[in-house]
């Protein structure tokens, strides 16, 4: 049973930097793609940003883009999103997903994290 799980969310002001953590577990976490999504209040669901198996390829979501770093550790199960200069814009559940295969595309996210909510204060 794969289960996904994020951390590292929480209050945090404007300008500031964070990086949230998701640990993935069930599977060889190394064969597959990890993503990020957020859903605002009130919002749809958001693509933020997605990372190949072994790292070496990534995209973002415009509104991230130049910000946020998506990263991950594959010894230790691990994909990060250090996301820098937040703004009250990124306000939202933080969201890891565990794509079906080694490369990211869209429709592809097969387990997702219950989330983290991330807030940023003015």
């Known amino acids: 049973q794969v289960q996904v799980v994020e951390s590292g969310g929480g209050l945090v002001q404007v300008g500031d930097s964070v990086r949230l953590t998701c640990v993935a577990s069930?599977?060889?976490?190394?064969?597959?793609?990890m993503g990020w999504f957020r859903q605002a209040p009130g919002k749809e669901r958001e693509f933020v940003a997605a990372?190949?198996?072994?790292?070496?390829?990534?995209k973002y979501g415009a509104s991230v883009k130049g910000r946020f770093t998506i990263s991950r550790d594959n010894a230790k199960n691990t994909v990060y999103l250090q996301m820098n200069d937040v703004q009250p814009e990124d306000t939202a559940v933080y969201y890891c997903?565990?794509?079906?295969?080694?490369?990211?595309?869209?429709?592809?996210?097969?387990?997702w994290g219950k989330g983290t909510m991330v807030t940023v204060s003015s």
């Open positions: 997903t565990s794509y079906n295969g080694g490369y990211y595309y869209e429709g592809g996210m097969e387990h």
């Open positions: 069930g599977r060889t976490f190394g064969r597959y793609a």
């Open positions: 990372i190949t198996w072994d790292g070496v390829s990534w």
